[in-house]
């Protein structure tokens, strides 16, 4: 499993058109910009606390789009079958095995 920030940034990367205005510029400056939540409240004349519940909430909404879209899923498992690709290839491997590796990449869309 992913470390909590960069599985926020990879869904952020993935979702962020699916939130508001507001929401990707809180995720944006609290995640890719590593901005405190005063730096972040500061700036928008608002609540620390304001702040932590709207990055706590679209957290959440993330996590939902994730769970039904999974797209950060369907990204590593890609990723990890073309590794396994490339080193077959470099093992030389048979026609079979290098047929599964694609029938299991085909499967992922």
């Not at 507001?22 to 995640?31: T, V």
């Not at 928008?44 to 909430?57: C, G, H, L, M, P």
């Amino acid at each position: 499993m992913l470390d909590k920030t960069l599985r926020m940034n990879y869904l952020f990367d993935f979702y962020h058109s699916l939130l508001t205005l507001k929401q990707r510029e809180y995720m944006s400056q609290y995640y890719l910009d590593d901005f405190s939540l005063g730096e972040i409240a500061e700036q928008f004349e608002v609540s620390r606390q304001a702040v932590y519940d709207n990055i706590k909430r679209t957290e959440a909404m993330l996590e939902e789009y994730e769970n039904k879209l999974m797209l950060l899923d369907k990204f590593e498992k890609r990723t990890s079958l073309l590794t396994q690709t490339k080193t077959a290839i470099q093992q030389n491997a048979t026609p079979e095995e290098m047929q599964n590796l694609i029938e299991s990449i085909e499967k992922l869309d």
